[in-house]
């Protein structure tokens, strides 16, 4: 169907231009060609995927829009009355008069609402170059029409049916006659005029009425249930009394043996004359469900902001020397999810929130080994360093962005595969859109509202209906859904209203109406909205902390976030006990013996804690952590495959009497040495295991240090959004391209003076001269000023029309104002397959 449309663009676009200033458009492209450079690009705003390539000239460019996938892509973008619009232009005579088009909506009686809306839903498809023509002459594009018309294969919204001129195509001349006569209609001379006839009969509602006062009872009840559609019902080859008499009436036409059909002239009676039984010209109102104190919002929205910052701290420490493997088929294991949300103590479909949400940021990815393991990257160390504010200002840039999407994580893709976190196949290219119109549409209430989740999908249903139907109408609403969810994780809303800093970040004033033009619009860079997000966000965190509180139960109590250095070191001196206002943190010999691991002496660690903390170091904190260092290093493993040595061979006897070190395959090579068969690692966690305190050593014997910032993977980047379909055009593109196409349009629709020997060129050929003609023709035009055509093949092959006004003709070579590129070019001769002179007007 789309071919078909192209086809006719093309040829109508080439008709030759002899309509006077003042007539009608005839074609999509006339129609372009006498609008607006702001009509144009606000086409080219509207429909981005037109851009690309820019087209060459406006017949291009309406040949372009014609077809179908660009067609499809803009009714897809149609809010549900702008689609309505549509619809019944699609089932309206070609052309429709705006009377026409305003009855088929409102019907027989008047609604203000609906002839309020008509004139923005019409302007919406004229911009879209989906309806062309003046208010007399409204045309629907061809593609739009053939994919909104009814048809048995393809019904359409409005439950219509075919015309009588439709289904009556095939029917013989001896039953036309048969039913106007029945329809008490005068006999005609020729199929057509008996079509028209009871065509004419069907759109008239006084004879229309008077001949369905004449029906049965039952025959009504048949049309009752067929007039809202589906129009086609099935009959069997005796049909019922009711049936028989309306189909020898033409009020059911056959088609088929055993189908018959309601005309949709007959149903359009019925209906009081509206296409859709539920027109919708004003969309949903999104209502509050509850209603807060901005300053309540705001600070609940930081709070749950520097709950995040925790929450991706910690899961990213956590992973610091490596975390899970990375499954064969790419992302992370049920179990190893299981296992991050126990430690992060959050449902799974949040733990994979979380780590999607650092993923997309570029704080965590795999390392690319042989043995792949998911890691922080090296942005996740520039990212601590961020003030808390910045750092919760990236992710939610990031979040806003993203098109992988964490809520699809445990369901299955088109082949039955259960989908990963971390995995491939996340990605979900309406997330970004709707994540904005969901924002938006907060935005739009009072500060301080929270958007009644119902009313909000509603709308949402109302904005893109095609998008909102189908196998994606349930993809839409859970990104809806889960919009709202994570918008409350990451602190962008508060007690489910929008926060002030999350406004900032969508370039939204403290209150603006969610219109398309603040949905699409942004007043500045993404950069800089991110910057005053956290402007706005950084007075409502909690001020970091440099102390501790030390307690005699082994705990310190940190009374507010704290600052890096503090916090690096007490996340490897002690384990966290709970979370909340105040961080306890415990200490134990685990994590004791981890800090000096790390190089840490005893001395090192009660002196760290002495200047870090508001009460003395407790007795049992001191003992615990002397005995600790004091068994520290005592046994030292190293790799045979791996080995323990230790100075006290009893300690060795003592090992290898316990049941316990069996499975690591111990024996003895020396009085004060073991032989292991597991790995140093296994080793180190064995002994651990049973009590002991080992120390790794080098093949020196010194020993090993193990940092808690060791391992980072390689340099990577944050995964890059999967487009839904071309990004929107900016300014400078928009005007550049403006330019170029009607530069290209002044080329190929100017007025030739055509050699009275040369044969008339088809429209679109490039004019063939020869060399020396064309040596003279342009020698003679920079000699008088004047603009020539020319026809060119560049480098690659590729011939386009231009017309140039020459300056200088030497060496082989013209230079002149190229009115097609808007510029000043020179061209070799031997590229110029012909020149012809512009018509007098044209000069």
């Given at each position: 169907?789309?071919?078909?449309g192209?086809?006719?663009?093309?040829?109508?676009?080439?008709?030759?231009?002899?309509?006077?200033?003042?007539?009608?458009?005839?074609?999509?492209?006339?129609?372009?060609?006498?609008?607006?450079?702001?009509?144009?690009?606000?086409l080219?705003?509207?429909?981005?995927?037109?851009?690309?390539?820019?087209?060459?000239?406006?017949?291009?460019?309406?040949?372009?829009?014609?077809?179908?996938?660009?067609?499809?892509?803009?009714?897809?973008?149609?809010d549900?009355?702008?689609?309505?619009?549509?619809?019944?232009?699609?089932?309206?005579?070609?052309?429709?008069p705006y009377?026409?088009?305003?009855?088929?909506?409102?019907?027989?009686?008047?609604d203000?609402?609906?002839?309020?809306?008509?004139?923005?839903?019409?302007?919406?498809?004229?911009?879209?170059?989906?309806?062309?023509?003046?208010?007399?002459?409204?045309?629907?594009?061809?593609?739009a029409?053939?994919l909104?018309?009814?048809?048995?294969?393809?019904?359409?919204?409005?439950?219509?049916?075919?015309?009588?001129?439709?289904?009556?195509?095939?029917?013989?001349?001896?039953?036309l006659?048969?039913?106007?006569?029945?329809?008490?209609?005068?006999?005609?001379?020729?199929?057509?005029?008996?079509?028209?006839?009871?065509?004419?009969?069907?759109?008239d509602?006084?004879?229309?009425?008077?001949?369905?006062?004449?029906?049965?009872?039952?025959?009504?009840?048949?049309l009752?249930?067929?007039?809202?559609?589906?129009?086609?019902?099935?009959?069997?080859?005796?049909?019922?009394?009711?049936?028989?008499?309306?189909?020898?009436?033409?009020?059911?036409?056959?088609?088929?043996?055993?189908?018959?059909?309601?005309?949709?002239?007959?149903?359009?009676?019925?209906?009081?004359?509206?296409a859709?039984?539920?027109?919708?010209?004003?969309?949903?109102?999104?209502?509050?469900?509850?209603?807060?104190?901005?300053?309540?919002?705001?600070?609940?929205?930081?709070?749950?902001?520097?709950?995040?910052?925790?929450?991706?701290?910690?899961?990213?420490?956590?992973?610091?020397?490596?975390?899970?493997?990375?499954?064969?088929?790419?992302?992370?294991?049920?179990?190893?999810?299981?296992?991050?949300?126990?430690a992060?103590?959050?449902?799974?479909?949040?733990?994979?929130?979380?780590?999607?949400?650092?993923?997309?940021?570029?704080?965590?990815?795999?390392?690319?080994?042989?043995?792949?393991?998911?890691a922080?990257?090296?942005?996740?160390?520039?990212?601590?360093?961020?003030?808390?504010?910045?750092?919760?200002?990236?992710?939610?840039?990031?979040?806003?962005?993203?098109t992988?999407?964490?809520?699809?994580?445990?369901?299955?893709?088109?082949?039955?595969?259960?989908?990963?976190?971390?995995?491939?196949?996340?990605?979900?290219?309406?997330?970004?859109?709707?994540?904005?119109?969901?924002?938006?549409?907060?935005?739009?209430?009072?500060?301080?509202?929270?958007?009644?989740?119902?009313?909000?999908?509603?709308?949402?249903?109302?904005?893109?209906?095609?998008?909102?139907?189908?196998?994606?109408?349930?993809?839409?609403?859970?990104?809806?859904?889960?919009?709202?969810?994570?918008?409350?994780?990451?602190?962008?809303?508060?007690?489910?209203?929008?926060?002030?800093?999350?406004?900032?970040?969508?370039?939204?004033?403290?209150?603006?109406?969610?219109?398309?033009?603040?949905?699409?619009?942004?007043?500045?860079?993404?950069?800089?909205?991110?910057?005053?997000?956290?402007?706005?966000?950084?007075?409502?965190?909690?001020?970091?902390v440099?102390?501790?509180?030390?307690?005699a139960?082994?705990?310190?109590?940190?009374?507010?976030?704290?600052?890096?250095?503090?916090?690096?070191?007490?996340?490897?001196?002690?384990?966290?006990?709970?979370?909340?206002?105040?961080?306890?943190?415990?200490?134990?010999?685990?994590?004791?013996?981890?800090?000096?691991?790390?190089?840490?002496?005893?001395?090192?660690?009660?002196?760290?804690?002495?200047?870090?903390?508001?009460?003395?170091?407790?007795?049992?904190?001191?003992?615990?952590?002397?005995?600790?260092?004091?068994?520290?290093?005592?046994?030292?493993?190293?790799?045979?495959?791996?080995?323990?040595?230790?100075?006290?061979?009893?300690?060795?006897?003592?090992?290898?009497?316990?049941?316990?070190?069996?499975?690591?395959?111990?024996?003895?090579?020396?009085?004060?040495?073991?032989?292991?068969?597991?790995?140093?690692?296994?080793?180190?966690?064995g002994?651990?295991?049973?009590?002991?305190?080992?120390?790794?050593?080098?093949?020196?014997?010194?020993?090993?240090?193990?940092?808690a910032?060791?391992?980072?993977?390689?340099?990577?980047?944050?995964?890059?959004?999967?487009?839904?379909?071309?990004?929107?055009?900016?300014?400078?593109?928009?005007?550049?391209?403006?330019?170029?196409?009607?530069?290209?349009?002044?080329?190929?629709?100017?007025?030739?003076?055509?050699?009275?020997?040369?044969?008339?060129?088809?429209?679109?050929?490039?004019?063939?001269?020869?060399?020396?003609e064309?040596?003279?023709?342009?020698?003679?035009?920079?000699?008088?000023?004047?603009?020539?055509?020319?026809?060119?093949?560049?480098?690659?092959?590729?011939?386009?029309?231009?017309?140039?006004?020459?300056?200088?003709?030497?060496?082989?070579?013209?230079?002149?104002?190229?009115?097609?590129?808007?510029?000043?070019?020179?061209?070799p001769?031997?590229?110029?397959?012909?020149?012809?002179?512009?018509?007098?007007?044209?000069?």
């Amino acid at each position: 169907m789309g071919i078909g449309g192209i086809g006719e663009l093309d040829r109508e676009a080439h008709v030759p231009k002899e309509t006077g200033a003042g007539a009608a458009p005839r074609t999509l492209a006339e129609a372009l060609r006498a609008g607006g450079d702001e009509g144009l690009a606000a086409l080219l705003r509207a429909r981005p995927d037109l851009l690309s390539p820019v087209p060459n000239d406006l017949t291009q460019l309406a040949t372009r829009a014609g077809t179908r996938g660009s067609v499809v892509r803009a009714l897809e973008r149609l809010d549900r009355f702008a689609l309505q619009t549509a619809e019944a232009l699609a089932v309206a005579p070609d052309p429709a008069p705006y009377s026409v088009l305003l009855g088929l909506l409102a019907g027989d009686g008047a609604d203000p609402e609906i002839e309020a809306a008509l004139p923005r839903a019409v302007g919406v498809l004229r911009e879209q170059a989906l309806v062309w023509g003046d208010d007399e002459r409204l045309r629907l594009v061809r593609t739009a029409r053939e994919l909104l018309a009814p048809s048995a294969q393809h019904p359409s919204p409005t439950g219509l049916g075919p015309s009588v001129a439709e289904a009556t195509a095939g029917m013989s001349p001896g039953r036309l006659q048969e039913i106007i006569a029945a329809a008490g209609l005068p006999a005609t001379h020729d199929p057509v005029s008996a079509v028209a006839a009871l065509t004419e009969l069907f759109t008239d509602r006084t004879r229309m009425a008077a001949l369905l006062d004449t029906a049965p009872p039952e025959a009504l009840a048949v049309l009752d249930r067929l007039v809202w559609g589906p129009p086609y019902g099935e009959v069997t080859a005796d049909p019922a009394p009711p049936v028989r008499w309306l189909r020898d009436r033409g009020l059911l036409l056959p088609v088929s043996t055993r189908t018959v059909v309601l005309p949709r002239e007959a149903a359009l009676h019925l209906r009081g004359g509206r296409a859709h039984r539920v027109p919708e010209p004003v969309p949903p109102e999104v209502t509050a469900a509850r209603t807060y104190r901005p300053q309540v919002v705001d600070n609940a929205a930081a709070g749950q902001a520097h709950t995040a910052l925790a929450t991706v701290e910690e899961l990213l420490k956590s992973w610091d020397q490596g975390g899970p493997q990375v499954l064969r088929a790419g992302g992370l294991s049920v179990r190893d999810l299981k296992r991050t949300a126990a430690a992060l103590d959050v449902p799974e479909p949040t733990a994979a929130f979380w780590l999607e949400l650092a993923h997309g940021a570029g704080l965590l990815a795999s390392d690319g080994e042989a043995d792949e393991r998911y890691a922080p990257t090296p942005a996740y160390d520039d990212w601590l360093d961020l003030p808390p504010a910045e750092r919760w200002a990236a992710l939610a840039a990031a979040w806003l962005a993203a098109t992988r999407t964490a809520g699809v994580v445990g369901g299955q893709d088109t082949k039955g595969r259960t989908l990963s976190a971390l995995g491939p196949g996340l990605d979900r290219a309406q997330a970004p859109e709707v994540r904005r119109r969901v924002l938006a549409l907060q935005a739009a209430l009072p500060p301080g509202a929270a958007a009644d989740r119902d009313a909000l999908l509603a709308r949402l249903r109302w904005d893109r209906p095609l998008r909102s139907g189908g196998p994606l109408a349930d993809l839409r609403e859970q990104l809806a859904v889960w919009t709202l969810d994570e918008a409350e994780l990451l602190g962008v809303t508060g007690r489910g209203a929008l926060a002030t800093p999350a406004r900032a970040l969508l370039n939204l004033p403290l209150a603006e109406a969610a219109s398309d033009d603040a949905f699409h619009g942004h007043d500045c860079e993404p950069s800089v909205a991110a910057s005053r997000a956290a402007t706005l966000l950084a007075p409502l965190l909690p001020e970091a902390v440099d102390h501790v509180l030390l307690q005699a139960d082994l705990t310190a109590v940190a009374p507010g976030p704290l600052r890096r250095p503090l916090a690096d070191v007490l996340a490897v001196l002690a384990d966290v006990e709970s979370k909340g206002g105040a961080t306890v943190y415990r200490f134990t010999p685990g994590s004791v013996r981890r800090a000096l691991d790390a190089g840490r002496s005893a001395s090192d660690l009660k002196d760290f804690l002495t200047a870090h903390s508001r009460t003395p170091v407790p007795q049992p904190l001191a003992y615990l952590i002397d005995d600790v260092a004091r068994r520290h290093g005592h046994l030292r493993v190293g790799a045979a495959s791996a080995y323990v040595r230790c100075d006290d061979d009893a300690v060795l006897g003592e090992i290898l009497a316990d049941r316990r070190a069996a499975a690591l395959g111990l024996r003895r090579l020396a009085p004060t040495v073991l032989a292991a068969q597991a790995d140093p690692a296994s080793l180190l966690e064995g002994l651990r295991a049973m009590g002991y305190a080992p120390a790794a050593e080098s093949a020196e014997g010194d020993v090993l240090v193990t940092r808690a910032d060791a391992y980072r993977t390689p340099p990577r980047t944050a995964p890059a959004p999967v487009p839904d379909g071309p990004p929107a055009p900016d300014a400078t593109l928009l005007k550049a391209a403006v330019r170029a196409i009607r530069a290209g349009d002044h080329a190929a629709t100017a007025a030739r003076r055509e050699p009275s020997t040369a044969a008339p060129l088809a429209p679109g050929e490039l004019p063939r001269t020869s060399p020396a003609e064309t040596l003279a023709t342009v020698q003679a035009a920079a000699l008088t000023g004047s603009a020539v055509w020319i026809g060119y093949v560049n480098a690659e092959g590729a011939a386009s029309q231009r017309v140039i006004a020459p300056v200088r003709v030497e060496g082989g070579f013209v230079t002149g104002y190229d009115h097609t590129a808007d510029e000043v070019r020179t061209y070799p001769l031997h590229r110029i397959t012909g020149v012809a002179e512009l018509a007098e007007e044209e000069g």
